[in-house]
């Protein structure tokens, strides 16, 4: 009896106790812990109570088995209304901390675009593919014999004061055009020739429309009977691909000691139609390229036979075309990267 009497004071204080504690608990997690250490079958407070079986009379037994299965029912369901409890607040709190507004605007992604002599040079490129034409890269170093000499232009020839050179030696320099191109290509290829050739040019020239650095795209074709109404039926296709459908050309005689005849290539504004405005300083033209009949003398110079032979070449300048497609009135913004003026040009 003395043994029932003790275990069930027992009995009373771990309830109490495990009262007290579970009021002080204050997550799922602590709830968890608290758990194991009142219900563990072997170790816990509650949990092991049943081993004490052995020291209670028989008749008693039963007794102290209700008693001791009546306090594990109690702990159970205090554990699990406070487990569920703190389960459904934490969940609440999860939820609020991850709530996203699906309606908030999303986040700008900075698209990059390329450079608008770049894109010029892309899209000329692309046009002149469509058109047949292969692409050849020269290099910027270039030797006098190719930039001048080969070209028609020997030393003291006065269309060398055309452009304005950068040497690096008496010998070699930094292109100032990329018609040295033309001669590499007749030199290492048959006709027919059909290339455009792409790339840096140098010249001391430095204004609102000239820069020390600037990108030409050169093109020749050199093949049986060419002439210069090939030239000019090339050029209206490509104008009207690059500047518009009703755009059209006109040819003014030049100089240019590698062709002959030699022209200035005009197209009608593309902004007024050709009645006159600022673009087109009220001529109703604007100046896009130098180009010409491959001279003779340079075709003979390749080794091109003249007789069943001929060509014609033409220089664009790209800064001078991306400068009027985009309304740029100053060279220096094509090479300022201020991305102020850059972002606003993506063709
Ligand atoms: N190379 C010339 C220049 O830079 C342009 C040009 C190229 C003219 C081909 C005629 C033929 O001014």
Redesign the pocket.
Known sequence: MAELNELSEKIAKIKQEVQNELEKLENSKSVYEYKKVILDGKTGKIGSLMKEMGKIPNEQKADYGKKVNELKTWAQSYFEELDAKFKQEEMRRRYESEKIDVTMPAKKHEHGNLHPVTQVRNQLTDIFASMGFEIYEGTEIETDYYNFTA?NTPQDHPARD??DTFYLSPEYLLR????AG?IHVMEAKKPPIKVVSPGK?FRSDDDATHSPMFT?M???VVDKGITLCDLKGMLDEFVKKIFGKETKTRLRP?Y?P??EP??EVDVSCFQCGGCGCKLCKGTGWIEV????V?NNKVLEGCGVDTNEYSG??????LERIAMLKYGINNIKLLFESDLRVLKQIDD
């Open positions: 070209l055309m452009q100032t055009q990329t018609s033309q040019v030409q050169e093109g020749l030049s240019f590698f062709t030699s022209v390229l130098g180009a010409g491959v014609f070449a033409f220089g664009i300048g």
